[in-house]
């Protein structure tokens, strides 16, 4: 079945520093690709998303790139702030007929500043 | 739009009491999903509805836990009777979903369960 492995946290940097959370999947055919960030309390809203490979989804100064011969979708910022903080999700889903979110068991950020 | 309601936010409650959780998707959607989110087990989708009918319960725990749709507006997870292990969030999400198209979820902001 569908799967998806993300790197474990927490994941703790100072504020400025660079960010990559470690994202790689298991699918049937061809999935869309999302991350979602859910804020302390809070639900969880899309980040970004990306629906074929070599797309490049970007939001907020947060990028990933749907690598097909890696099977990853990485997420990168160049520039944490304080207020990055949070667990971030990334999910798949494959576009055939019924088909639902799979998703990976969240990687929490601390930012420090 | 204002988003994903779900009510009430917050529910403290006695085990073997019924509880009843309350959502409503965003207009125009025509998918609904309930999850769970522990610290043991993460997000668990528990049942999702399309057009109001029920697509995929598989992930229901167990016949105490039951899930409804009778309109586009509107979809209620009950749990009866209530157990300490049922303490989590519980999220509703919609989505509007198309053919051939990628479906984006959006979250309501969830319920707070806590069974004594």
């Known amino acids: 079945g569908d799967s998806v492995t993300q790197m474990e946290g927490p994941v703790t940097l100072s504020e400025e520093a660079f960010l990559t959370i470690n994202c790689t999947y298991t699918a049937t055919g061809y999935p869309s690709l999302f991350w979602y960030v859910q804020y302390p309390g809070e639900g969880l809203q899309l980040l970004l998303k990306a629906t074929k490979a070599d797309d490049k989804g970007s939001n907020k100064g947060f990028e990933a790139t749907y690598r097909k011969e890696t099977t990853s979708f990485h997420l990168e910022k160049g520039s944490v702030q304080v207020s990055d903080s949070a667990v971030y999700f990334c999910?798949?889903?494959?576009?055939?007929?019924?088909?639902?979110?799979?998703f990976g068991k969240g990687t929490m950020l601390l930012v420090s500043p | 739009d204002a988003g994903v309601i779900q009510s009430p936010r917050h529910e403290v409650t006695e085990m073997g009491q019924e509880v009843t959780l309350r959502c409503k998707p965003i207009?125009?959607?025509?998918?609904l999903f309930w999850y769970r989110q522990t610290m043991m087990r993460g997000l668990e989708l528990l049942i999702y509805f399309n057009n109001n009918v029920p697509i995929d319960d598989s992930g229901m725990p167990e016949d105490r836990f039951s899930a409804k749709m009778p309109n586009a507006s509107f979809s209620t997870l009950k749990i009866q009777p209530s157990e300490p292990r049922d303490s989590a969030v519980y999220f509703c999400?919609?989505?509007?979903?198309?053919?051939?198209?990628?479906?984006?979820?959006?979250f309501g902001p969830g319920t707070r369960l806590l069974v004594l």
């Open positions: 207009s125009g959607h025509n998918s």
């Open positions: 999910a798949l889903i494959t576009n055939s007929g019924y088909s639902t979110l799979t």
């Open positions: 999400a919609s989505s509007l979903a198309l053919a051939g198209d990628s479906e984006t979820q959006y």
